[in-house]
């Protein structure tokens, strides 16, 4: 951990930071519900609203040190070859290509640099990331490579952190993160999903929250505040990560929950806030989100940095913690 007074910055130069690459949104995806388009939208709407060039961080594609901490080298090989086979290629769900691949190694060192910003300031956003679908041998449901999970192991190697906590809060359970985490206690797994969508099969995570197809604001957020802050104080995280997917949405086309734009604001404040309350930094990651207008995607995500961004104005000096212990 680093020294709390890295974090009692001049309260003129303390801006959120974003990670941003133009290169997540130029490969192709035809009509698929995937909407990369949206991480061009997110960027074009946070620079019109007066996010500056120096607050945007560009990634460098992930070292292939960092991605085995978590995938095989068989499959990274198959990645950088091609060599996926027709089931390994079906089972991403996504045109695989090149291009594809470098998405991927890309998101991944983004969610890296946005830990990094994270332990550095208080707070970070990455505009791409949360893919908890990867395993360490295979793809799928439109995630290659777990850019969560890296990061949260390369904290660890590099004696950053000892521990961390990952809130998912997209649709889907994180069924690939669950098991990579099943058996290293220094990181606590929650998941909030919808229980009758993908994946069928749903490891267990530290805590899984399951709700089912029409449940709404009101079972969502209450199952949130069930939880949270309870568990930042019990298991006191180094760092949290946090997968803010839009697609719990009324709107979406892959999911039932039905929580509104209100709702999903107010999941994010309390997962945000109360993470900066008590001191901890925190990562965001979009993750998922395939509503049928990808405007409403966008304005969900914006809804995120919005919540992001008043968090950090309110909490500019945090309380003190002590620093992680390296023994």
Known sequence: MPNILSFLLPLGRQRLSYVYSPEYWMWPTAKHVFPVKKY?????????????????????????????????????????????????????????SPDLVR?????????????????????????????????????????LLNDVAVSCLKLKVERKIQKAMIVDCDLHQGNGTASIFSRQGFVFTFSIHQMDVYPAEKPPSTVDVGLWSGDGDEEYLSAMNAYFPRLYREFAPDIVFYLAGADPFVGDQLGGLKVTREGLRERDRIVIENARRLGIPLTVVLAGGYAADVEDVVAIHLNTISVAQKTLRRFRILPSRPPASHS
């Open 40 to 96: 061009r939208m997110v960027y074009e709407r946070l620079a019109s609203r007066g996010a500056r060039r120096e607050d945007f961080l560009k990634p460098r594609p992930a070292t292939e040190k960092d991605l085995l901490l978590v995938h095989t080298p068989k499959y990274l090989r198959k990645l950088k070859t091609g060599g996926l086979s027709h089931a390994e290629a079906t089972a991403l769900e996504l045109p695989f």
């Open 103 to 143: 998405f991927a190694f890309l998101s991944v060192g983004g969610t890296v640099i946005a830990a990094e910003q994270a332990l550095r300031c208080g707070l970070a956003v990455h505009l791409g990331g949360g893919f908890h679908h990867a395993f360490p041998d295979h793809g799928e449901g439109f995630c």
